[in-house]
């Protein structure tokens, strides 16, 4: 079975500053997917960021960055430059090369400072 | 191209009472789920599909039923509500191309009351 663990229930940042989250996953699959998303206020679920578990170089987008250490079993994401937008609950989820399930973590909350 | 549509966005209903969650997607994605999101619990797998015609049962399927008609829609049946039924559940549909996997667009979310 697949775990995913999220162990900070909350964090704070203050604006423009940098910020990283932590996840840390079980899974004896080699071939597997992990992703961030995020939930606003609004309950809607976003995708932030995907990375690839066969590739060894972390994925990027804009100011959302992950670092992946595939044999410690980890995938961090960092936000750069936070901003009052970035508040909200962030999920940590895996998922099998087979796609048809994905587990989640319990999610942090950040609230971004102004 | 609306993504995932799920009604209704609210909905209270009484202890034993049945009802149906709708799900649509209209990017002809292959796989779709239902979730279940409790605080502290993040979100449950409560049933998945691969495709029309396949179901099958997640993390947490006790009480719930679903089925597979067609490629776009996905509804899920509370067949007796109990309080323990009280969440917010969330569809989502994923697709896969040259192998690879690309993530689920979710729903916005049924707010689900069993008193």
């Known amino acids: 079975a697949q775990t995913v663990t999220q162990s900070q229930p909350e964090m704070s940042v203050q604006e423009a500053e940098t910020v990283t989250l932590s996840c840390t996953y079980d899974?004896?699959?080699?071939?597997?997917?992990l992703f961030w998303y995020k939930q606003p206020p609004s309950r809607q679920m976003i995708l932030v960021i995907r990375q690839e578990a066969y590739k060894q170089q972390n994925a990027t987008e804009n100011r959302f960055s992950v670092n992946f250490q595939k044999a410690a079993k980890s995938f961090s994401l960092k936000i750069s430059d936070s901003q009052l937008g970035d508040t909200a609950m962030y999920f940590c989820a895996f998922m099998l090369h087979t796609g048809n399930q994905f587990y989640f973590g319990t999610g942090t909350s950040l609230t971004v400072i102004p | 191209n609306a993504g995932v549509t799920q009604t209704p966005k609210f909905q209270v209903l009484k202890t034993g009472q049945s009802m149906t969650l709708q799900c649509a997607q209209d990017?002809?994605?292959?796989?779709m789920s239902w979730y279940r999101q409790d605080p502290g619990m993040g979100l449950r797998l409560i049933h998945y599909s691969v495709g029309a015609g396949i179901t099958d049962q997640g993390e947490v399927p006790n009480g719930y039923n679903v089925s597979r008609s067609t490629t776009e829609d996905f509804p899920l049946r509370l067949l007796s509500a109990a309080p323990s039924q009280t969440s917010v559940y969330f569809c989502?549909?994923?697709?896969?191309?040259?192998?690879?996997?690309?993530?689920?667009?979710f729903g916005s979310g049924t707010r689900l009351t069993v008193v």
């Open positions: 990017m002809n994605h292959e796989y």
């Open positions: 989502a549909s994923s697709y896969s191309s040259g192998g690879r996997q690309y993530g689920y667009t």
């Open positions: 899974t004896s699959e080699s071939n597997y997917y």
